[in-house]
Structures are given as structure tokens and as C-alpha cells.
């Protein structure tokens, strides 16, 4: 006899996987990013009468979707392409991430009534992540230098680990009700990065040593698919960071086995992994649009014009602020390659400096650090401001996800970054 609610839960699946499939097919006719038309695909069956609700669970996308696809950008990332831009990607994934916590906590309290300093900390951890699969797909497909797609791909790597990392610390200082020292605080940092690091390299080595004894197919491309989430639940077993472990694990196990990785099922694994990061990633934007309906019950109907209009201006002040950023980032990078380094380079374009600007779009992990908010602080009271929390990180994915990534290419052709060969070609 069937059980009527794992039968429900599949008949949900096939759902979102039939509109995946279609709205990426439709993407690819109309020859435009598939990741916003899947977010705008969910909004509007979200707010169709007989769609079933499904409410984005934190857990899964920390816990099963987040772990591959962060192995797999990391083990297509070429470790000498991410040492030589690795100031830049710094300047992005660190300075900016710190930079986004600090003027999100200002740009809330000013714009959000009773948003404290607090408050406005855990806002700015949620938002600083980036999603850069909709970015480098556009980047690639006008073929746009390889640098800017290497510092855009670098970001997207690391800033998902400084990210959960300053949510955890702005978290605690709300639930907690305590402020820590700088000298606690600096101890518990230190740990959860030195620690990733150390399980990252060293799973990364052991699965080195299995992987190259395997030839079989099957086999290999199995183990392969493992990889992630052993690294990433055995760094988070310890209190360190499983992002940034799973990272350094693509990344080392790209370094040691290069071309020679599953030599024997190079097609295979090939195969396997693009369709499983597309499934995933489908699965994700669609899941973002599915969301506002139960975001907007959270929100009373008197207040949810006057959240709305503020999630917007936030949002344009997030842009605005990363703008701001990489200009002067992208000639402090040079000042220190030319003057310290003493390497010779060109000086930055500022087109291409602004296309990196542009693109820092959000998805699916603010929305789910968002989510993942605790309800109860230590003292039994509600967390406060969570249900604006998430409207306003629900406003900035949509403005910088569909709002920058559908004018994205268009700023691209303006600009004469397009190039004629793409790499499909």
C-alpha cells in the first residue's frame, strides 16, 4: 500500500523537475539566463490557486544542495587562475562581505523602524552572499575576458563561507544577549577557518588516494558525489565551517589530480556532475519564487506595502555600496601587483570593473540563511525583526537576481565586452 505522503512528496518533485526542465528549454529559446526565468516561473506558480505549497526547509539546501554544487565550482576552478587574482577575490569575498554587514546594519536602522545595530548585523551576514551561477553563465556565454569570470567564480567560492561565518557571530549576539571579547571572538574565527582548512586538505588527500586507484565508472563517479558532503558534515561535526572545508577540498583535489581525475571516466563523471548541478540549481531559483506567497502571510497586510518599498531601496543601496567597492578595489589590487609585487600589468578598465559591480546577484543561500533564522532567543523571547528579515533578503534576491541578471547582458554589449567567440563555440 502506498504511503500517501511519500507519494505526495514525489508527485511534488516531478512537478518542480517537468518546470525546471521546460523553463530552462524556454531560457534557451527566448536567449536568456535560465536562472531568472525559473525565479520568475516559481512566483507565478506560487500564486496559483492548486500549486502546492512547499516551503524552502534551511536544512536542505545546507545539507543537500549547497555541499555538491560548491564541490563542483570548486573543482572546475583552476588553482592558478584563483592564486593570481586571489587579492582581488579577497577584497570581494572578505572586504566586501564586511563592508555589506557594516552598511546594511547602517542603511536598516535608518530605513527600518526599531532595526537596532544588531539587527541590521545579522541582515547585512544574510545578504552578503552572492550567487554567481547566473553571472559567469552570462559572462560566458558573450564571452567576457577570463579574468573578470575568474574573480566573479573566486568570489561566489568564498564569500558563501565569510558570509555564514559573520551570520553566526551576528546571531549570536542576539540570542545570547552578549557581546564577546575581541580576543574570544578572533580565537572562535581563527578555529572555524583553521579547522576547515585542515579537514578540507585532509579528506581531500585520502580521497585523492582512493579516487586514482578506481577505474570503474560507476565506482569513482559515486565516491565523487560523496566527496562533498563527507567533507562538508564532518567539518560542521567539529564547529568549523563546512562551506569553506568542501571548498578547499574541490580545490585541492583539483590541484592534485588536474586532468588525470577519474581518468578512465572523465565522459562519465562529466555527464553526471552537469546534469546533477543543473537539477540542483533548477530546483533552487524555482524554489526561491515558490517562497513569497508564505513570506507575505508572515507580514501583516497594513505593513507589507511599506516593507516592500523599503526592501527595494535596500536593495538599491546594496548595489550602490558594491559599485562603490570595486572601483577603488579594483586600483588598490593594481597599486599592490605594481608597486609591491612588481609585476606589470594594464591598469584596470573601468567597464569591466563595473560589470563585476553589476553582477552581484543573491539567491538561494540568503534566502535560506534568512530562513534559518531561530524563532526563540536564550530568554524564551521571539527573535526579533526575523519576518522582516526574510521579506527584506526575499527583496534583495529578487532586484539583484531578475532585475540585474535580465539587464546584465545588455550592460555587457553596451560596454563592448562581448566577445564573438563564446565557449560553447
Not at 524556454?26 to 536567449?31: E, H, K, P, Q, S
Not at 549576539?173 to 578572533?186: H, K, N
Not at 519564487?289 to 508564505?294: A, D, F, N, T, Y
Request: glycine residues 8%; aromatic residues 8%; charged residues 15%.
Amino acid at each position: 500500500m502506498l504511503d500517501h505522503s511519500i507519494l505526495s512528496l514525489e508527485l511534488v518533485a516531478l512537478l518542480l523537475l517537468v518546470l525546471v526542465i521546460a523553463l530552462a528549454a524556454l531560457a534557451r529559446r527566448l536567449d536568456i539566463p535560465y536562472p531568472m526565468l525559473l525565479v520568475i516561473g516559481g512566483l507565478l506558480l506560487g500564486f496559483f490557486p492548486l500549486a502546492p505549497a512547499v516551503v524552502l526547509d534551511p536544512d536542505l539546501v545546507f545539507l543537500v544542495v549547497l555541499p555538491p554544487l560548491l564541490f563542483a565550482s570548486a573543482y572546475a576552478t583552476q588553482w592558478k587562475n584563483f592564486r593570481a587574482h586571489l587579492l582581488s577575490i579577497s577584497l570581494l569575498a572578505i572586504g566586501l562581505v564586511a563592508m555589506t554587514v557594516v552598511g546594511a546594519a547602517a542603511v536598516g536602522h535608518l530605513m527600518l523602524p526599531g532595526f537596532d545595530w544588531r539587527m541590521g548585523l545579522v541582515l547585512g551576514a544574510v545578504v552578503a552572499t552572492t550567487d554567481a551561477i547566473a553571472a559567469t553563465a552570462i559572462a560566458r556565454k558573450l564571452g567576457l575576458p577570463k579574468t573578470i569570470v575568474d574573480i566573479l567564480e573566486g568570489e561566489s567560492l568564498v564569500n558563501d563561507a565569510t558570509g555564514l561565518l559573520a551570520l553566526d557571530i551576528a546571531v549570536g549576539l542576539i540570542v545570547s544577549g552578549r557581546t564577546p571579547g575581541i580576543a574570544e571572538g578572533a580565537a572562535t574565527l581563527i578555529y572555524l577557518i583553521a579547522a576547515a582548512i585542515v579537514v578540507g586538505l585532509l579528506l581531500g588527500h585520502v580521497l585523492h588516494l582512493f579516487l586514482r586507484r578506481i577505474e570503474d565508472p560507476s565506482i569513482a563517479t559515486s565516491l565523487s558525489i560523496a566527496a562533498p558532503y563527507l567533507t562538508y558534515l564532518a567539518a560542521e561535526n567539529i564547529q568549523a565551517s563546512g562551506v569553506l572545508a568542501t571548498v578547499v577540498c574541490g580545490l585541492h583535489l583539483r590541484q592534485r589530480d588536474g586532468v588525470r581525475f577519474f581518468p578512465d571516466a572523465k565522459a562519465t563523471r562529466a555527464a553526471v556532475w552537469d546534469t546533477l548541478t543543473f537539477i540542483l540549481n533548477g530546483f533552487a531559483f524555482v524554489l526561491i519564487g515558490l517562497q513569497l506567497p508564505w513570506i507575505l502571510r508572515s507580514i501583516t497586510p497594513a505593513d507589507r506595502g511599506d516593507m516592500l518599498v523599503a526592501g527595494v531601496l535596500f536593495s538599491l543601496a546594496l548595489i550602490a555600496l558594491r559599485v562603490a567597492w570595486v572601483f577603488p578595489g579594483a586600483w588598490l589590487v593594481y597599486g599592490i601587483h605594481t608597486r609591491i609585487l612588481r609585476k606589470r600589468e594594464t591598469p584596470p578598465s573601468w567597464r569591466g570593473t563595473l560589470v563585476i559591480g553589476w553582477s552581484g546577484m543573491r539567491g538561494v543561500v540568503a534566502l535560506a540563511a534568512a530562513i534559518s533564522l531561530p524563532h526563540v532567543l536564550d530568554n524564551g523571547k521571539p527573535f526579533p525583526g526575523r519576518n522582516i528579515i526574510i521579506l527584506i533578503t526575499f527583496c534583495v534576491i529578487l532586484v539583484t537576481l531578475v532585475g540585474q541578471g535580465l539587464t546584465l547582458p545588455a550592460l555587457i554589449r553596451r560596454l563592448g565586452l562581448a566577445s564573438d567567440r563564446s565557449e560553447s563555440r
